[in-house]
C-alpha cells in the first residue's frame, strides 16, 4: 500500500479549480474533497505528480470524492464525457497501444507486473490477441513466447498454470491454448494429454470445476468448451449433460448466472452463450428476451454495464457485444455511442485504454476496448470471432486451415 503524503496530495489538488476545501487523514489513507468539481480532474491533477489511486487502501475516499454543492447533475457528468473529450479520442491511437502492450511485458519490476503475476498467461493472452488484432504480433519473438507457455505446462497433468510454477487451471489452460493458436503452434501441445485434463474436470451434473479443488461456475462450463473445441476434442465430453446445466443457469430475466439462482451478469451471460454457440445449443436462448437485457447495458455515455444500476466499463463491450451478436440482436444498441466511449478511455500520449475515461489504463481494458472495436468493424482491426474471443483469421486457421 503506499502511504498517503499530506503536503503532496495537498500541493497537487491546489491547482484544481473549483475545489474548496481538501481534508486528509493521512493514518486512515482518506482524502476528503469539497467543492464543485468532478472526480476525474481530481484523479488527472494527482497523475501529473505521479501518484496513484489504485494502489491505495480501498477506505480511501478519494474515488468517491464529488460536489458538495453541485448536485446530481455533476454525477452523471462524472463519467459522460464533454464533446470536446469526445472530438479529441476520436481515433484509436493503434502504434501507442502497441507501444503501450510491447512496453508493459519489459516492466518486470512494475505495479502492473507484480499484481498481474498470478494470472500472467492470461495477461499474455489479452496482449498477444490485441497486438494481432491491429497487425502488429510480428512485435514480440514467437519462438520466445512459445517456449514461456511451454514453461507453464504441467505435464503430469495436462494443465497450464497462471505462471511459472504456479497450479494447473483450466482458465489458463483456455490461455494457452489461445495463445499457441495466434502463433499456430498447437503442434507443441500434447494434445490428448490436455484435452483428457479438462474433460476429467467435467461433474456427474454436466458442469465443469475449474481445478482439483471443485469450484464449479459456468464460466468454467465455457472455457472447457472453448479449449476442447479448438483442440478438436469435444467428444470426449458429456455434451447434453454440458448443456443442460447452462440452460439450468438461466433466469427469467433471459440473462444467466454463475450456477442456478445467481444472479444474471454480463460477463456470464457471454460464457454460457459462447459455451452454447460452441455447441450448436443457441435454440435454448430466449433471444428477444436476453436481447433486451443485454442493450438495456448501455449507459448514457454509451459505455455498457454488467448488471443494472452499475458504472459503465469498457471490458463490457466485449462481454455483451459478443452476446448481442451470437444471438443477432447487435442492431439494437447504439454502435457509434459506444464507440466514442472506447476511444475516450484511450491514453493518447502513452497508450492504454482504461476501465472509464481519465482513470488508469491496463492490458486487461486495453485489449477489450480493442476487441470491442474490432465487433463494430473499426477500420484498421482485425475482425474477431465473437465465440472464441480470436481474430477471426486464426480461428479459420483452426477449423478450416486456411
Known sequence: MVALHEKRVRKCLSKVKGIERVEVEASLQKVVVTGCVNRSKILKALRRVGLRAEPWSPHNELLSACSQSSGEDEAEQEHEPSEAAMAEGAELAADKHVRYIVTVEKKKDSFESLVMEHIRLNGAYWGLTTLDLLHKLHAVDAAEVVDWIMSCYHPESGGFGGNVGHDPHVLYTLSAVQVLCLFDRLDVLDVDKVADYVAGLQNEDGSFSGDIWGEVDTRFSYISLCTLSLLHRLHKIDMQKAVDFIVSCKNLDGGFGAMPGGESHAGQIFCCVGALAIAGSLHHIDRDLLGWWLC???????????????????????????????????????????????????????????????????????????????????????????????????????????
Open 296 to 402: 438495456e447495458r448501455q449507459c448514457k455515455d454509451g459505455g455498457l454495464n454488467g448488471r443494472p444500476e452499475k458504472l459503465a466499463d469498457v471490458c463490457y463491450s466485449w462481454w455483451v457485444l459478443s452476446s448481442l451478436i451470437m444471438i443477432d440482436r447487435v442492431h439494437w444498441i447504439d454502435k457509434e455511442k459506444l464507440t466514442k466511449f472506447i476511444l475516450n478511455c484511450q491514453d493518447k500520449e502513452n497508450g492504454g485504454i482504461s476501465d472509464r475515461p481519465d482513470n488508469a489504463v491496463d492490458i486487461y481494458h486495453t485489449y477489450f476496448g480493442v476487441a470491442g472495436l474490432s465487433l463494430m468493424e473499426y477500420p484498421g482491426v482485425k475482425p474477431m470471432d465473437p465465440a472464441y474471443a480470436l481474430p477471426l483469421d486464426v480461428v479459420n486457421r483452426v477449423f478450416l486451415r486456411r
